[in-house]
């Protein structure tokens, strides 16, 4: 006899629901902000994207979402993605799409 046997012999007169776990869906309050940058990098371009304030594994995603549509390599750590190129339109494009504020900066 599992425990939902012996809870229906306990409360007979009880009708069993469906139960969803409410889904804590994380909101970024602060834009992500998109910049380009050569500098200490031996003149190779890359564009950061810089301000996340969520999960290492969701900022995982974002940043494999972006090296997948691209086509592009990257890397991502500490709250940061740096992308190999000057993509920033197409990156702030893809940020969009998911539903992220983004802010340019420079150029």
Do not use: A, Y
């Not at 998109?34 to 003149?43: H, I």
């Not at 390599?73 to 969009?96: A, C, F, H, P, V």
């Amino acid at each position: 006899m599992d425990l939902r046997d012996q809870l229906k012999n306990l409360f007979p007169d009880h009708e069993e629901q469906d139960f969803k776990m409410p889904e804590d869906e994380f909101k970024q309050k602060e834009p992500l902000v998109c910049k380009f940058e050569k500098k200490g990098r031996n003149g190779k371009p890359v564009t950061i994207v810089e301000g996340w304030e969520g999960s290492e594994e969701e900022l995982k995603k974002i940043s494999k979402k972006i090296k997948t549509t691209l086509g592009i390599g990257g890397s991502e750590k500490d709250g940061t993605i740096i992308i190999q190129g000057d993509n920033r339109d197409k990156i702030m494009e893809i940020l969009k799409d998911m539903g992220f504020k983004t802010k340019r900066v420079g150029g």
